[in-house]
């Protein structure tokens, strides 16, 4: 009996340490961002202290505080005062960069609840899972505040797939289709990605819309729909798995794009056809094809791993040998891309967390939310999307420039 009530004290002592301590996260969360705030305030009145009416008074000044306003966070929910600032001049209006007007959560939570849709949490169990995950405070994020949040960005992502695309120019692009846990209309339906690389080297989400991955009129669907919106350039190249429609429907719609098939997607699939004994041995033979500094080097790695294998696992040798073409196609670019066009990882491993190619639930999920729902966490990570190594390169790709082994040709 003593040992239980021990136990019993000692569980409470540790649920009452956890509660004071995420109290003293809570607290330091918000003392700090009430500090940045009040920061952000005065340097703005600081910086306005010259401008003054017919009277000599100023025309920016602090004017008390707006109401008490509770911001959900991932540590819960904080209470903040945002300071209220008088600006007299015409045309002028303080607005905080730090807690935009109307802001009641972290931009981070924005991409929690997409990720959840996709895992195939219902909406109405969306406050039972937030609740878990963020604690009580989240109780704001009920059923009905996520459903009026769907609808606002099931408006947004309806005018982002039409923006205009005019004068946009992208060097290299990456296509892939994802199944995620939420089950579309059509079971073999998939949600088809494009993102690509501009001429500063920023990447960028292009197009999203569902489709089938080894169909060729779905990509031909998204291509055509680009072009309409302005993408008139073709892309120096396009990175993706061999299994894609895609490639069909850019030699009819860009042409002149070069094709580059995924290493990661290529390694998986010719792993699969071999026993797990073997795998190791031939996962590193591959790495050495596509990490060699030239592509002579590539060719007689990758004619080793065919002396090696193609008698005994001829299945594996044909799977690679199959997209031999376009396995090599990145060499003729700069090498200090080299990372970013080997693979389609820029996609993957957006979705990485919440992609699901066997098992999803039975619930068929509603089309333009999953649409919405996917474009809301690509937008979500789109803001830290690495920018491409050596992005000057990118003009003398867009010039037509030669690269081969990744350096610049001596004849152009």
Request: glycine letters at 8%; one cysteine or more; hydrophobic letters at 35%.
């Amino acid at each position: 009996m003593g040992n239980v009530t021990q136990e019993s004290v000692t569980d409470q002592l540790m649920e009452e340490g956890r509660r004071g301590l995420e109290e003293i996260l809570r607290e330091g969360a918000r003392r700090l961002l009430q500090q940045a705030i009040e920061t952000e305030v005065a340097t703005y009145i600081e910086e306005r202290t010259g401008y003054r009416d017919d009277r000599g008074h100023r025309e920016v000044v602090r004017n008390g505080t707006l109401p008490e306003r509770s911001l959900v966070t991932g540590v819960g929910q904080i209470r903040i005062k945002q300071p209220r600032v008088h600006d007299r001049r015409r045309g002028h209006r303080f607005s905080s960069s730090i807690l935009p007007p109307y802001m009641r959560r972290v931009p981070s939570i924005d991409a929690l609840i997409p990720a959840l849709y996709l895992k195939g949490v219902s909406t109405g169990d969306f406050s039972e899972a937030l609740e878990s995950i963020l604690g009580k405070e989240a109780s704001g994020l009920s059923a009905t505040n996520v459903v009026r949040l769907k609808e606002i960005w099931k408006k947004e992502y309806k005018e982002w797939s039409e923006r205009d695309l005019t004068g946009k120019e992208y060097v290299y692009i990456w296509a892939d289709g994802i199944y995620f846990n939420v089950r579309l209309d059509d079971e073999r339906s998939c949600i088809l990605v494009v993102m690509g690389a501009t001429a500063s080297g920023k990447k960028e989400l292009i197009a999203i819309l569902d489709g089938y991955r080894e169909s060729k009129l779905s990509w031909q669907e998204i291509l055509r729909d680009m072009k309409r919106r302005g993408l008139e350039k073709a892309p120096a190249l396009a990175v993706g798995d061999g299994n894609l429609g895609l490639w069909a429907a850019l030699r009819e719609e860009y042409p002149g794009t070069e094709e580059q098939r995924c290493w990661v997607h290529k390694t998986a699939n010719v792993l699969d056809k071999v026993p797990k004994s073997v795998q190791g041995k031939m996962k590193k033979m591959i790495h050495e094809m596509y990490l060699s500094p030239t592509k002579a080097l590539a060719l007689e790695a990758y004619d080793e791993f065919m002396h090696l294998y193609r008698d005994k696992f001829p299945k594996a040798c044909a799977c690679l040998e199959r997209d031999k073409d376009v396995l090599f196609t990145f060499y003729d670019f700069p090498a200090a891309h080299w990372v970013h066009i080997r693979s389609t990882n820029p996609i993957e491993s957006t979705f990485a967390t919440v992609r699901h190619r066997t098992k999803r639930t039975k619930g068929c999920g509603s089309r333009i939310a999953t649409l919405t729902m996917v474009f809301k966490l690509a937008r979500e990570a789109e803001k830290h999307w690495r920018r491409l190594n050596q992005y000057q390169l990118v003009l003398k790709v867009i010039a037509g420039e030669k690269f081969i082994d990744g350096e610049l040709s001596k004849a152009a």
